[in-house]
């Protein structure tokens, strides 16, 4: 698996004791082109109603007309704001926000790596945070949502008004669950989805950085992270560099962390690790009377 640090830790939003200052790139991830202006695709009806918080979105990020997957968390009058799965922050309008009804034969664009070009192709199936897709190159592989946007006005993707699909019940490690794989055996916890259960007993796991791999079962727990917990914030870009702190608040993937140092920020699943639990310490044998 790449590890998760390659990628930077998008906190938009927080300066200074808010929060950890930010690599002179952050946002890279999400330059892009609009739209062309003599496209023929007929645009839908924007959704004027209010999202309320906790609701998973597709968002027009910066009004680039390319639409990337996050959580509302927040809200004030008219506008709400939206964690991205990668960990950037932005404040929008309803107008700017799409249910999350993305499924098969959705026409989206895909990057291998978070600081790679995005390529088009096909969703051909979805399980929680990993998406199946068929790209144009011919080939098909796994991916993770924080590596997937889509154009507006595409074929086949969400539109407002859509019903979000009903999300299977998945309960510890069931296919389509989300979990927490020790990697390598290092003591350090990363977010991923079950994608199939093989025959010796292994786990295919999807990673919210795009790779996968099997995983035997030992190394999995069900991903149950909550307030109170300790975790590892990627803060910087380069050099790598792991900030503790503990989460304050969670809203769907979306975290809310309140870092050792003093600082305060959203960041999202993808920009996390755990430390493994500690063993609890052996019980004394009790005295003899």
Request: hydrophobic letters at 40%; charged letters at 25%.
């Amino acid at each position: 698996m790449r590890l998760l640090w390659v990628a930077a830790l998008l906190l938009s939003g927080c300066l200074g004791r808010e929060g950890p200052e930010l690599p002179p790139d952050v946002g890279m991830s999400h330059q892009a082109r609009p739209a062309s202006a003599g496209s023929e695709r007929r645009a839908p009806p924007e959704n004027e109603e209010p999202v309320e918080i906790g609701t998973p979105v597709w968002a027009n990020y910066h009004d680039t007309g390319f639409f990337f997957h996050g959580v509302v968390v927040e809200r004030r009058e008219d506008e709400h704001r939206v964690i991205y799965d990668d960990g950037g922050s932005e404040w929008l309008q309803a107008t700017a926000l799409r249910p999350d009804a993305l499924g098969e034969e959705a026409r989206v664009h895909v990057r291998r790596g978070y600081q790679d070009e995005f390529l088009e192709a096909t969703v051909l199936r979805r399980l929680g945070d990993a998406i199946y897709v068929h790209a144009a190159s011919g080939e098909a592989r796994w991916t993770a949502l924080p590596h997937v946007r889509f154009a507006g006005g595409a074929p086949s993707v969400p539109v407002p008004g859509d019903a979000p699909p009903d999300a299977p019940a998945t309960e510890g490690l069931e296919i389509g669950a989300r979990v927490l794989v020790n990697y390598q055996h290092q003591g350090l916890r990363f977010v991923g989805t079950v994608t199939a259960l093989g025959d010796d007993g292994r786990y295919h796991v999807v990673y919210l950085d795009g790779e996968s791999g099997w995983v035997a079962a030992r190394d999995l727990t069900p991903e149950q992270i909550g307030e109170g917990d300790v975790v590892h914030v990627r803060r910087s870009w380069e050099p790598a560099e792991w900030v503790r702190g503990r989460v304050s608040r969670r809203v769907g993937p979306a975290l809310r962390v309140e870092l050792d140092d003093g600082g305060v920020a959203w960041t999202a699943l993808l920009r996390v690790r755990l430390p493994e639990a500690a063993p609890a310490p052996a019980a004394e044998p009790a005295p003899e009377e």
